[in-house]
Antibody
Framework: QVQLQESGPGLVKPSQALSLTCTVS??????????WSWIRQPAGEGLEWIGR???????NYNPSLKSRVTISVDTSKNQFSLKLSSVTAADTAVYYC????????????????WGQGTMVTVSS | IQMTQSPSSLSASVGDRITISCRAS??????LNWYQQKPGKAPKLLLY???SLQSGVPSRFSGSGSGTDFTLTISSLQPEDFATYYC??????????FGQGTKLEI
């Protein structure tokens, strides 16, 4: 079964860039009709969608983060990545990667597989 | 599209029947999913398209609604159901949004 695993630095300095990678195992990132997404959750708060990427490279981003976010995919490594520039303390959160599946029967997208999450703290 | 859940927290006992509400700021037809999140864990998909049960999810979970108003019902609470629940709209795939969550406590 497909599994996702986030990796990257747990501590980032203010004004620097946050970079995370999600490794897909148990299946090819290129197979099937999937988007791959990043979602974050500040401590004690709710979930915020960051953006998504299709394996052919098309992306969509949360407008509130769009100017600072880049999501990319490396199909040869079965990975996709998040880069968030100019971070501040407000970007401190648990970051999840997730697979977005399109359910034909009901014509909608779901986040059906999630990574375990990785905590990123922005602090000097 | 803004999603608003109520209540923000809820206290209940094992065996109780509970409902959680989710309201969308605009009509989203049935493009509504529900997730369960336990402390320190990733969210888990429970229901999709407002009322369809994800594979492997117990039948005590059910959902209803369309347009702007939706509910998640747990018919008989089990100890493992105490968690935080989130609704999420997929009507606008260019901007998915989640509700703020409902924490279900013993």
């Amino acid at each position: 079964q497909v599994q996702l695993q986030e990796s990257g630095p747990g501590l980032v300095k203010p004004s620097q860039a946050l970079s995370l990678t999600c490794t897909v195992s148990g299946g090819s990132i290129s197979s099937g009709n999937y988007y791959w997404s990043w979602i974050r959750q500040p401590a004690g708060e709710g979930l915020e969608w960051i953006g998504r990427i299709y394996t052919l490279g098309s992306t969509n981003y949360n407008p509130s983060l769009k100017s600072r976010v880049t999501i990319s995919v490396d199909t040869s490594k079965n990975q996709f990545s998040l880069k968030l520039s100019s971070v501040t303390a407000a970007d401190t959160a648990v970051y999840y990667c997730a697979r977005v599946s399109y359910y034909d029967s009901t014509n909608l997208d779901v986040f059906d597989i999630w990574g375990q999450g990785t905590m990123v703290t922005v602090s000097s | 599209i803004q999603m608003t859940q109520s209540p923000s927290s809820l206290s209940a006992s094992v065996g109780d029947r509970i409902t959680i509400s989710c309201r969308a700021s605009h009509s989203i037809s049935s493009y509504l999913n529900w997730y369960q999140q336990k402390p320190g864990k990733a969210p888990k998909l429970l229901l999709y398209a407002a009322s369809s049960l994800q594979s492997g999810v117990p039948s005590r979970f059910s959902g209803s609604g369309s347009g702007t108003d939706f509910t998640l019902t747990i018919s008989s609470l089990q100890p493992e159901d105490f968690a935080t629940y989130y609704c999420q709209q997929s009507y606008s795939p260019l901007m998915y949004t989640f509700g703020q969550g409902t924490k279900l406590e013993i």
